[in-house]
């Protein structure tokens, strides 16, 4: 992502302009932009945007600007917009703003010429005026603050550009700038320095009579208009010029260097990587107490960094959870809070390119990045040392992933998110995240279509819930459609959630949609874990033992074991141990919904029927305490017209009464890669 404005202001994010339309939120970009990572008051953004008469409604419209620029940023990206006491701030490697690679080179080029190297001072200036794309933030209706933004800037172009003229001149160019510094007079014409260039310029081409009327013009002008004499340092040229000084300089008439760039010492950068927290956040209070008392942790009680990792079935709330429990306890991490997406879940992020963003986030130059992955870890960590730091590393693939991202001192803490089970993390405080309770669901609910609908409606809405599996992002989900939905009453929208084949298709708005988190985690399943996973789609109850998964596979029950213990480690089933010292697996409605549909697809091609789904009764919800048998329920009737595909009690395998129902000619036929090894 890249943010301009030496010239329009534009947002590009790849070949994507991002830019946003409406003009006050531009006004605010830019006010964020001109001074990333630095706190903008809101007093001075009210300012700039309604100046000494605001609305009374200026606040909460500034809100809703900022709310629309955290969107079009997006989460976990290289910039986002932090709420900070009294202000906002732009937090984003400096690297992404076009002034500062402009001052940088400015500042590159001066010193080029200090040491006499005009040729690489040249090369630095002609890039740093090459990023103007026309006048500073020329789409910007500029109130009193941005205005002076925009007179710097420009004056910062236009001593560069006199850097550059310098430059050229001490190259020899002299006829190749006669017609630009021509052309700089007409649009310049009290700037002495440009007329002092193109005398000196036609001298050294043999046009000493030009450049003596040059001079003339410049004073007709100055006496005319202002009713002033050139400079002394410019009638000195004149001077010069008359008496044809073989050795003749053009006068510096501004010798002042220019400003210094914006500095990134290390040292002062402090990262606000978190993204926005969720403001209908609800539940947990138990699990965020818990993780606020492992934060809040003196550093002095121990000498490792703390790490805790979330883990859940999707659209369980584990990033919700991060990033809320995160906000809570930022204030125990002054040297800043870095936060990145691993992207486990899909296309798992290069830990060495995560080292080079964090590295850029605490103020390392882009040059000074070890190319090393290990080099980065070492730098990083050295960083961390004597600092504070809370890192969210989101959507873990595994350990591997995480460890070259760990600081190495104990006052820094790190929480993960993953939707697989990280083994073999030493030390590290696991949180297992469960679905919502019942009242949660309906909180949740209620903070997403209003108190006043949900309780006109209160038994659909309960429905709702349940059907939703009470899971996070299903009720959310339902909500919006909800809250869109124009004339939809909770009552209907129940009707159409209770169709288990249409189902996952309801749950589903804009970004937010449950079958596709779903898919995600299905696709980084290996062969044998999916042909299992797409059979629970069969089950009638949420529940299954190995010995029932061996009697659906056809396999032994220490290889079905196997595979249950894999789906559980991806968080697609829940595992329980019974007082019997066995182990229950449970299967949340929703993903067996899913893995239907998974199953339905593979049959697809061997054009063998499948009943219609069922809804599996949900576990009591009495809590995970429960024993899982009391959800087995007795098995179902099949009609008639499905006698073929009938209930199948599985209790030669020593269980309790257990339904499924299974396509017989797949069992040994043509399909039976469908059902396992």
């Known amino acids: 992502m890249e943010f301009r404005v030496l010239g329009s202001l534009q947002v590009v994010d790849g070949d994507a302009d991002l830019t946003p339309s409406a003009a006050k939120v531009r006004a605010v970009l830019a006010m964020l932009v001109l001074r990333h990572n630095q706190i903008v008051s809101t007093r001075e953004l009210i300012d700039e945007l309604w100046g000494e008469r605001p609305p009374a409604t200026a606040l909460p419209t500034l809100h809703t600007y900022v709310y629309k620029l955290r969107k079009m940023l997006g989460t976990g990206g ?29 500042a590159d080029g001066w010193n080029a010429l200090e040491r006499e190297d005009a040729a690489h001072a040249t090369e630095a200036l002609s890039q740093a005026l090459a990023l103007w794309r026309g006048p500073a933030l020329a789409n910007l209706a500029a109130g009193e603050l941005l205005s002076a933004q925009i007179t710097r800037l420009e004056e910062s172009r236009l001593r560069a550009l006199q850097l550059r003229l310098d430059a050229d001149l001490r190259l020899g160019r002299h006829r190749e700038l006669i017609s630009e510094l021509k052309e700089l007079i007409a649009i310049h014409p009290l700037n002495e320095d440009f007329y002092a260039k193109l005398m000196t310029a036609l001298y050294q081409a043999g046009r000493r009579g030009e450049a003596l009327e040059v001079y003339q013009n410049l004073r007709q002008v100055l006496v005319g208009q202002l009713g002033l004499e050139p400079s002394p ?30 500095a990134a010492p290390v040292a002062a950068v402090r990262p606000a990587q978190l993204p926005p927290d969720i403001a209908d956040f609800v539940g947990r209070a138990e699990v965020v107490d818990r993780i606020a008392a492992l934060l809040s942790r003196p550093a002095e009680s121990g000498t490792a960094v703390r790490v805790i990792c979330i883990s859940g079935m999707p659209g369980v709330g584990e990033t919700a959870l991060a990033v809320h429990a995160a906000h809570r306890a930022r204030s125990a991490f002054p040297s800043g809070q870095l936060f990145t997406e691993l992207g486990g879940s899909g296309v798992p992020a290069d830990p060495g390119e995560v080292l080079a963003g964090f590295l850029r986030a605490t103020g390392v130059p882009p040059g000074e990045v070890p190319g090393d992955r290990d080099e980065r870890s070492k730098l990083f960590r050295t960083w961390c040392s004597e600092r504070q730091v809370l890192i969210v590393l989101d959507d873990a693939a595994g350990y591997a992933q995480i460890q070259p991202l760990l600081p190495g001192s104990a006052g820094c803490a790190v929480i993960v998110t993953s939707r697989f089970a990280l083994h073999g993390f030493a030390g590290a405080h696991m949180v297992e995240l469960d679905p919502l309770t019942g009242e949660e669901g309906l909180e949740l609910l209620s903070r997403i279509i209003g108190p006043a609908r949900l309780s006109a409606e209160r038994a659909a809405a309960e429905h709702i819930v349940r059907l939703c599996g009470r899971l996070p992002l299903a009720l959310r989900c339902a909500g919006s459609r909800l809250a869109a939905g124009q004339g ?42 999916r042909s299992l996973f797409r059979l629970l789609g069969l089950l009638q109850t949420p529940h299954i033992t190995m010995r029932q998964a061996g009697a659906l596979l056809g396999c032994e029950p220490g290889h079905a074991e196997r595979l249950l213990a894999r789906l559980a480690d991806c968080s697609l089933l829940s595992a329980r141990p019974t007082a019997l010292g066995e182990v229950h697996y ?86 039976s890669h469908i059902l396992g090894p």
Do not use: M, W
């Open 488 to 529: 939809l009453t909770l009552a209907k929208f129940a009707e159409r959630l209770e169709d288990p084949r249409s189902r996952l298709s309801d749950l589903r708005v804009a970004d937010l949609d449950v079958r596709t988190t779903f898919r995600a985690t299905y696709e980084r399943l290996g062969e044998p874990e």
């Open 78 to 106: 290289p910039a986002t917009v932090v709420t900070q006491t009294y202000g906002y701030l732009l937090a984003t490697a400096p690297e992404t703003i076009d002034v500062y690679r402009f001052e940088r080179l400015v």
């Open 233 to 262: 340092a410019l009638s000195r040229l004149q001077q010069r010029l008359l008496s044809a000084n073989p050795g003749l300089e053009q006068p510096d008439l501004d010798p002042a260097p220019p400003p210094a760039p914006p």
């Open 586 to 671: 449970a299967v949340h409605e929703l993903v067996r919904l899913y893995a239907r549909e998974c199953l339905e697809r593979e049959l697809d091609g061997c054009a063998v029927a499948v009943p219609a789904p069922q809804a599996a009764e949900p576990a009591a919800p009495a809590g995970p305490a429960q024993p899982v048998e009391a959800a087995v329920p007795r098995e179902r009737a099949v009609p008639a017209a499905q006698d073929e595909h009938r209930a199948v009690p599985v209790e030669e395998a020593g269980a309790r009464p257990f339904s499924l129902t299974a396509p017989a000619d797949c069992v040994n036929g043509t399909a």
